[in-house]
């Protein structure tokens, strides 16, 4: 039985989430979909974070997939032996999806975990001022809400 895993944020839920969560349910008997940093609520609370990707998942054909929300560690070279037994993948084969590479996916690699990196691509946002713009991470989209919000402060 192959597990794929997407691991994020979901700070906000966006397209390209979207399109990974996607590919890892054709491609897997089983997705597990790790919500990180869960403690944190910049700008959503864990709770909504997993009622936005739950209300997702119904719209998608293949049903069979879980929800782990994690914490941040402060010991950063812990976090991979943490999501693996937090999200109960050990003997399993596991894919993990992801949209780039950081030192969190070398720590991934190490435990034999296989990483599958698919290309970002440009989505359509519409940002708080009402104007569409094109994003290909979630980073861009809290960029552009703090911008926003610096803005009306002045």
């Known amino acids: ?5 997407v691991l994020g944020r979901f700070q906000p839920l966006h397209l390209g989430h979207i399109s990974l969560l996607k590919q890892a349910l054709e491609e897997n008997d089983e997705l597990v979909i790790c919500i990180g940093s869960a403690q944190l609520a ?37 976090w991979p032996m943490y999501l693996k037994h937090s999200c109960a993948l050990e003997g399993k084969e596991v894919i993990i999806y992801r949209a780039d590479t950081d030192k969190i996916t070398t720590h991934l690699k190490e435990l034999h ?39 009306h402060l002045i």
Do not use: W
Request: charged share 40%; aromatic share 10%.
């Open 1 to 5: 039985m192959k597990t794929g895993l």
């Open 42 to 78: 910049d700008p959503l609370l864990i709770e909504e974070r997993k009622r936005r990707i739950e209300e997702q998942m119904k719209l998608l054909p293949k049903k069979n997939y879980r929800i782990v929300c994690l914490n941040d560690l402060e010991e950063r070279s812990k």
């Open 113 to 151: 975990f296989e990483i599958r990196i698919i290309k970002r691509f440009l989505f359509p946002y519409k940002g708080p001022d009402g104007i569409y713009y094109e994003f290909s991470s979630a980073r861009e989209i809290r960029e552009l809400h703090t911008k926003t919000q610096t803005m």
